[in-house]
């Protein structure tokens, strides 16, 4: 009978983490080399051997929440400091709810990484009409949307982006990640305090440089929306 030479040396292959542990890989790390090596031992017997383990297999699993938002548009950034001050500014009456819904709606438009909005003034009435056209409430104006613009550019929240586009101030809101933002942020840098983005109003609070003259005016406050 031939007997088949037994092969003392041959190494066991290395055991696959558990994904349990990517929350202490660092103190199971050392467990996993002793198991793997005292494992190696008994299979030779406990007799000394000249091989060597030469390598350790660690596998872990990276895990990352994902966002469950609602709808199929995606979602954006915004600043919590100004997501309060829009409704303090709404409650004091310093801003008119056409100003506060233009704003909402070209903010929840933007084009991923550019903080632009592609609508046009009709477009975003159109838009804003949807649900009042559906109940038979009143409807916003196009000139309505214009005038609300124009008071918009002047807080400092957007600016006019050419063929009637709209950019916000992505400071404030943005659609992207961080890397996008710095680079938008770099292009629009000016040593100007009173340039956009770099601007806030009606109530200049926001902590950054900022012209001190002319954004509050008390007379806004007495608008109607």
């Not at 292959?13 to 005292?38: F, I, K, S, T, Y």
């Not at 990276?62 to 309060?84: C, E, I, K, P």
């Amino acid at each position: 009978m031939t007997h088949q030479p037994a092969n003392r040396h041959r190494r066991a292959a290395p055991r696959a983490v558990p994904a349990a542990m990517d929350d202490v890989l660092a103190n199971d790390l050392v467990e996993l080399l002793g198991l793997q090596l005292g494992e190696t031992n008994e299979r030779s017997g406990g007799r000394s051997s000249a091989s060597r383990v030469k390598s350790v297999t660690v596998e872990y699993e990276n895990r990352r929440s994902v966002h469950d938002m609602a709808g199929d548009s995606g979602y954006s950034l915004a600043s919590n400091w100004f997501t309060q001050l829009l409704a303090q500014l709404a409650i004091a009456k310093r801003i008119t709810k056409s100003e506060l819904c233009v704003f909402l709606y070209v903010a929840g438009g933007q084009i991923k990484g550019t903080g632009v909005t592609e609508y046009t003034q009709q477009q975003i009435a159109d838009g804003l009409n949807k649900r009042a056209k559906e109940t038979g409430a009143p409807c916003i104006s196009r000139s309505t949307v214009n005038r609300a613009i124009k008071v918009l550019c002047d807080y400092g929240w957007v600016e006019r982006h050419g063929n009637g586009a709209v950019r916000l101030n992505v400071k404030l809101w943005f659609r992207g990640n961080s890397d996008e933002q710095q680079v938008l942020l770099e292009e629009l840098k000016s040593d100007d305090p009173a340039a956009f983005p770099n601007y806030i109003g009606p109530d200049l609070q926001m902590p950054l440089p900022f012209d001190t003259q002319g954004a509050t005016d008390a007379a806004r406050g007495k608008r109607t929306g």
